[in-house]
């Protein structure tokens, strides 16, 4: 059994900061990609952030310059440093990561954490 827990959302000003983490624990062999997504209410889900297990990193044009995605992977936890808030970065967000669980390579969630700036 594999879990994904998050922490770290909040309520935030505009112009405010937040760290999100995202610790996996259970059966793990190893993680490949590790992800944030976000939602916000009456969108779909996008891809916010990915980082692979080298460290090579991507974003959503949207948080470029504003968010930061990095991994531990002693620890087995993936981090997203924002900056900057908008009120339009308003979300529940969700980590995803790929581990490999000793039996297959599978997808796991996140509960999810909201994160709230205020205008």
């Known amino acids: 059994q594999v879990q994904l827990v998050e922490s770290g959302g909040g309520l935030v000003q505009a112009g405010g900061s937040l760290t999100l983490s995202c610790a996996a624990a259970?059966?793990?062999?190893?993680?490949?990609?590790m992800r944030w997504y976000r939602q916000a209410p009456g969108n779909q889900r996008e891809l916010v952030a990915a980082?692979?297990?080298?460290?090579?990193?991507n974003y959503t044009d949207s948080v470029k310059g504003r968010f930061t995605i990095s991994r531990d992977n002693a620890k087995n936890t993936v981090y997203l440093q924002m900056n900057s808030l908008k009120p339009e970065d308003t979300a529940v967000y969700y980590c995803n990561a790929v581990i490999n669980n000793h039996y297959v390579l599978q997808s796991y969630w996140g509960q999810g954490t909201q994160v709230t700036v205020s205008s």
């Open positions: 259970g059966s793990i062999f190893s993680i490949n990609a």
């Open positions: 980082i692979t297990r080298g460290g090579t990193t």
